[in-house]
């Protein structure tokens, strides 16, 4: 096997016994990312220098017996965690030249473990879109077919991982930003209930959806990377003073009992055939495995889950993007006298036409006159969708289904209606909307194109979530088929 | 329901965020079509129901009052549009 090809549990194998150096590896991912970077485009900067001091360094830990499962081993960081002295862009014009004066939390975790970072990867701009088509810069590919997008906002950290550019990535997740873009690709996607990772440096989009997680090969690395991202953290008063459990103990291909609930609202018109058989004969493998399944779950508010997020997350993203004033750091227009219009023209010409319609969609819901009808109504809406998961969980370990309702589509296909994008958050959503974690994990092909399970937990209940998309893992092989690039 | 030119450019003013005319029509006509879209949720009944504002079981998270260094001034300023010695340089607010 060609090292960048190695998952982390196996690349620390071999780091350890010193049949591997860190630097050989990193060497590797930056000649890989040399190869096929001009076809899928799925980093804003590839950080060679850094990676290298940070591999040598890493080699050192290693020969002084200082190991842990992520020393020495390359990593992609979505475009907008914080990075000291590595432009930080959120794939915008607005911060194209910004240059973090600190790391995100999650950044100098990785850091203290010896991580190598070889890049930041491309995403919709301020994570705003499920395609990467509105970066500001370019749009990603998806390595299964280039003419496809690879699902957004974290698309360039999931195409990393599918193109072999690095070992693992972070992403970040606020309507499913880490877990479509996962299934898109076929590879594995965590995002942890709200308060599990410090969003300490993660640049605002919606302060009470986004979660920051790994994108990774397998459900082990996934396992591995939030055992060190994890954790309280008091520069993020969100995150909540939990002991964390080791995950990689919970990861047995015993499921014998475990109960699992099909919901559904989520097998409905609108969803491609392909992927409903994809997910019925991975529901049965589930079974087959031990797995007590059911299809009386019923979460009837998911109907309206979309327009809840399409109101809380614009409303909250034009509070957190209204302190781009052109005056502290980004793009700042100066061909006037008149602050008001320098103010307006910075927005005009720093934000892409999604942020946009956000931040309109947004100060609209929030308008006097409108308040009531939209952001409140939205938010009580929320609690309801809450309660029919709490309600879930007091008789199921986890809700299966599917990642999206379709495999990826063409590039261009959505851009001219903003509803039909938005439609592919569907099944992702909810669970942003009620805090939950969710792991997806690669679940068949329809004509050489990704399907993706996704499986929920309860809150704070990753162990569960991690445990059955293990045992599904074991027994199956999609997760180790390669694109083809 | 269709938005009206000015309501758009109430919004915009709210948001102080500048719009080309071409801009201006499409964003009505977008908001308008995601706007009558969320009208699904006018059939829920959300009598009683609380507002959810956010999702962990925490509430007025305080933090001791302690003194502690902050960035330098010059790490702090290194991104700065306009900067004018340990200063941001900003537009006259007051003529």
């Given at each position: 096997m060609i090292g960048y090809q190695l998952t982390i549990h196996q690349a620390h194998n071999l780091l350890k016994t010193r049949q591997l150096s860190s630097l050989e590896l990193t060497r590797a991912c930056l000649e890989r990312i040399r190869q096929v970077e001009p076809k899928v485009h799925a980093l804003v900067t590839v950080t060679d220098e850094l990676a290298l001091r940070q591999a040598e360094k890493a080699d050192r830990l290693i020969a002084q017996g200082d190991v842990h499962p992520l020393t020495g081993v390359p990593v992609v960081i979505k475009d907008n965690m914080c990075t000291k002295g590595v432009r930080t862009t959120c794939s915008s014009r607005m911060l194209a030249n910004f240059v973090p004066p600190y790391e995100a939390t999650v950044v100098e975790k990785l850091n203290e473990r010896g991580a190598v970072i070889v890049g930041k990867a491309n995403m919709d701009e301020f994570a705003m879109g499920s395609s990467t088509e509105h970066s500001a810069f370019f749009t990603t590919q998806n390595p299964w077919d280039l003419s496809r997008v690879p699902g957004g906002s974290s698309g360039g950290s999931a195409v990393a991982v599918a193109a072999d550019e690095a070992i693992y990535a972070l992403g970040s997740d606020t309507g499913g930003s880490i877990r479509q873009p996962a299934g898109f690709c076929s590879v594995t996607g965590l995002?942890?209930?709200?308060?599990?990772?410090?969003?300490?440096?993660?640049?605002?989009?919606?302060?009470?959806?986004?979660?920051?997680?790994?994108?990774?090969?397998?459900?082990?690395?996934?396992?591995?990377?939030?055992?060190?991202?994890?954790?309280?953290d008091s520069r993020d008063s969100t995150s909540v003073p939990y002991p964390t459990p080791d995950y990689t103990q919970c990861l047995t291909t015993d499921i014998k009992g475990l109960r699992i609930g099909v919901p559904k609202e989520y097998f409905?018109?609108?969803?491609?055939?392909?992927?409903?058989?994809?997910?019925?004969?991975?529901?049965?493998?589930?079974?087959?495995?031990?797995?007590?399944?059911?299809?009386?779950?019923?979460?009837?508010?998911?109907?309206?889950?979309?327009?809840?997020?399409?109101?809380?997350?614009?409303?909250?993203?034009?509070?957190?993007?209204?302190?781009?004033?052109?005056?502290?750091?980004?793009?700042?227009?100066?061909?006037?006298?008149?602050?008001?219009?320098?103010?307006?023209?910075?927005?005009?010409?720093?934000?892409?036409?999604?942020?946009?319609?956000?931040?309109?969609?947004?100060?609209?819901?929030?308008?006097?006159?409108?308040?009531?009808?939209?952001?409140?109504?939205?938010?009580?809406?929320?609690?309801?969708?809450?309660?029919?998961?709490?309600?879930?969980?007091?008789?199921?370990?986890?809700?299966?289904?599917?990642?999206?309702?379709?495999?990826?589509?063409?590039?261009?296909?959505?851009?001219?209606?903003?509803?039909?994008?938005?439609?592919?958050?569907?099944?992702?959503?909810?669970?942003?909307?009620?805090?939950?974690?969710?792991?997806?994990?690669?679940?068949?092909f329809a004509d050489g194109l990704p399907i993706g399970m996704q499986l929920i937990g309860k809150p704070f209940g990753e162990e569960a979530i991690l445990r059955i998309a293990y045992a599904y893992e074991q027994a199956t092989e999609w997760h180790k088929r390669k694109p083809e690039i | 329901m269709k938005l009206s030119r000015e309501e758009v450019q109430h919004i915009a003013l709210l948001a102080r965020l500048g719009l080309t005319e071409t801009e201006l029509e499409r964003l009505r006509e977008q908001l308008s079509n995601i706007l009558e879209n969320f009208q699904i949720l006018q059939q829920v009944d959300t009598t009683d129901v609380p507002p959810t504002a956010q999702s962990i079981p925490l509430q007025n998270v305080t933090k001791d009052d302690k003194v502690a260094p902050s960035l330098p001034a010059d790490d702090v300023l290194a991104n700065a549009p306009q900067r004018d010695g340990e200063f941001f340089r900003v537009k006259a607010v007051l003529e």
């Open positions: 995002k942890p209930t709200y308060g599990r990772v410090s969003r300490y440096g993660l640049v605002a989009f919606a302060s009470s959806l986004d979660q920051i997680g790994p994108l990774t090969k397998d459900v082990t690395d996934c396992a591995i990377v939030l055992n060190s991202i994890a954790g309280y409905v018109a609108g969803m491609q055939a392909e992927v409903e058989q994809a997910l019925r004969a991975a529901i049965n493998k589930l079974e087959e495995l031990g797995a007590n399944v059911e299809f009386e779950v019923s979460l009837p508010h998911t109907p309206h889950a979309l327009a809840v997020y399409y109101i809380i997350a614009p409303s909250e993203a034009s509070a957190n993007l209204a302190r781009y004033d052109g005056v502290k750091y980004g793009f700042s227009y100066q061909d006037t006298d008149n602050m008001w219009e320098a103010l307006e023209k910075t927005k005009q010409f720093g934000f892409g036409d999604e942020v946009k319609r956000r931040i309109m969609l947004g100060t609209y819901a929030l308008s006097a006159g409108y308040y009531d009808a939209y952001y409140l109504k939205a938010q009580k809406v929320r609690t309801l969708i809450r309660r029919e998961f709490d309600q879930a969980f007091e008789k199921y370990d986890a809700v299966v289904t599917p990642t999206s309702p379709t495999v990826p589509f063409k590039i261009g296909e959505k851009m001219e209606d903003p509803l039909q994008m938005y439609l592919s958050d569907v099944f992702t959503i909810p669970v942003n909307i009620a805090g939950l974690p969710a792991i997806t994990i690669p679940a068949g | -």
